[in-house]
């Protein structure tokens, strides 16, 4: 793509330069702040919601997260309005959208319309770079990281000709259409690997390699035949529970220089864990009597936002109070025992939804009926999960890989776009 005859250096710091015959203006010049609300009328209009996908509706029905005692106060949100988010602004994933949709949104954003000179759409596009290296940081005030109206409003705009904010936008739109749909093809992909390798894991753990081997009822419905040489075995009969502490926060001296792997439910990985993200010191070893749990032992989380999600210690660990620990197993393999708890996590997120916060017990854990093959043919069905899932597993990596450099090629194309580093031509 061709470049620009000169440049000059940006009214906005963070885009460096812009060509050189784009004129400098402000931002209160080109866009008019709208705040109409929507009062006693909100029944009428579909609630909204800014994302990092964009504006969206909201399903207030599904009784999801939080709202208000009344939308009363919520803004009336028109198509091609401007919404920004100037408040938590490093913390917010995305403070900036362009709403193609009627409805409202929570009255502490700000919406803008633009002047006919200049497309909306240019503007969204330029303040999705600015948001992209959080740009405005210079102008934040006070502990929530505010831009406060005036100042936003102040702010220095370079606006190209029409025609050419046009031509940005049909050429930006085109682009980020096909690498949009390059990325959701992938992350299909990936849904796809994954349901490939829980149906995999579901299959052996339950049935084995034989395919023609005969099968009996287990005597559980959500397990249904198994082999007919297997057994089917309590969890607490082929394993030990147990289950961790957490030191108190506020001692120093149980944190501070620790060197003891301490488990917490963010480190389950549906893997094999070697390092934690915590460390506790022999202190508080000592002190709160936390019990430390063997290589090979399996942890699974109990309730929390991770409930369901296990890990296979890689090294002598101790853990939280969130966790269950299956430990010193008799007559079974580990990791036969992790693969049956992976495959059954369905089942333990059934067990655990009460209504409120979702919560499994030692007792969920420990009731789990295992399909129990001899260990010959465990160590078999283990060794061909770890080749088979580990061949998933990489191509997974390589897709989520792929998905990075779509999102990265897809910012530094409108960064190099919308701040003129490349011409857009009509050909384009």
Not at 64 to 92: M, Q, W
Not at 284 to 305: F, K
Not at 354 to 379: F, Y
Request: glycine fraction near 6%; proline fraction near 6%; charge should be negative.
């Amino acid at each position: 793509m061709e470049r620009y005859d000169s440049y000059r250096p940006s009214e906005i710091p963070c885009l460096l330069s812009v060509p050189s015959h784009w004129k400098p203006s402000k931002f209160k010049f080109h866009h008019f702040e709208e705040d109409d609300t929507v009062g006693e009328y909100s029944d009428e209009y579909p609630l909204l919601s800014l994302t990092k996908e964009g504006v969206v509706f909201r399903d207030v029905e599904s009784g999801k997260g939080k709202f208000p005692a009344s939308f009363e106060n919520y803004k009336v949100v028109h198509p091609d309005r401007l919404i920004f988010c100037l408040f938590d602004i490093d913390e917010t994933p995305r403070t900036i959208g362009l709403s193609n949709h009627f409805g409202m949104i929570t009255g502490a954003y700000k919406l803008f319309r633009t002047t006919p000179d200049l497309n909306p759409k240019f503007s969204f596009y330029t303040f999705l770079v600015i948001d992209n290296v959080k740009g405005l940081k210079p102008y934040y005030t006070g502990l929530r990281k505010v831009v406060r109206p005036e100042t936003f409003k102040s702010l220095e705009f370079t606006l190209p000709p029409l025609h050419e904010q046009e031509q940005i936008v049909a050429y930006l739109d085109r682009k980020t259409t096909l690498i949009d749909s390059l990325t959701e093809k992938t992350v299909r992909k990936i849904e796809l690997l994954k349901e490939k390798r829980t149906s995999l894991i579901n299959e052996v753990v339950t049935k084995g390699l034989n395919p023609d081997v005969e099968m009996k009822e287990s005597g559980v419905e959500w397990i249904g035949e198994i082999p007919s040489h297997w057994s089917l075995k309590r969890l607490s009969w082929v394993a030990s529970t147990g289950s961790g502490t957490t030191p108190k926060s506020s001692n120093d001296s149980y944190y501070s220089g620790g060197t003891i792997n301490w488990l917490i439910t963010g480190d389950l990985n549906d893997d094999v864990v070697l390092d934690t993200s915590k460390k506790i010191t022999p202190k508080a070893l000592e002190e709160c009597r936390l019990n430390t749990y063997p290589m090979g032992s399996i942890v699974v989380a109990m309730y929390g936002a991770t409930i369901g999600k296990l890990c296979q210690l890689g090294v002598e660990t101790t853990v939280n109070q969130a966790c269950c620990v299956l430990s010193s197993f008799k007559g079974i393999l580990p990791k036969q025992v992790f693969y049956r708890i992976l495959s059954s996590r369905d089942y333990l997120l059934f067990l655990g939804d009460g209504g409120g916060q979702p919560n499994i017990s030692q007792e969920d854990v420990r009731s789990l009926q295992i399909p129990t093959p001899p260990l010959l043919e465990q160590e078999q069905i283990v060794e061909f999960l770890d080749e088979q899932t580990s061949i998933i597993d990489s191509t997974i990596t390589t897709e989520e890989k792929r998905i990075e450099l779509l999102k990265e090629y897809r910012q530094s194309l409108i960064s190099e776009v919308v701040t003129g580093k490349v011409k857009v031509t009509r050909d384009e």
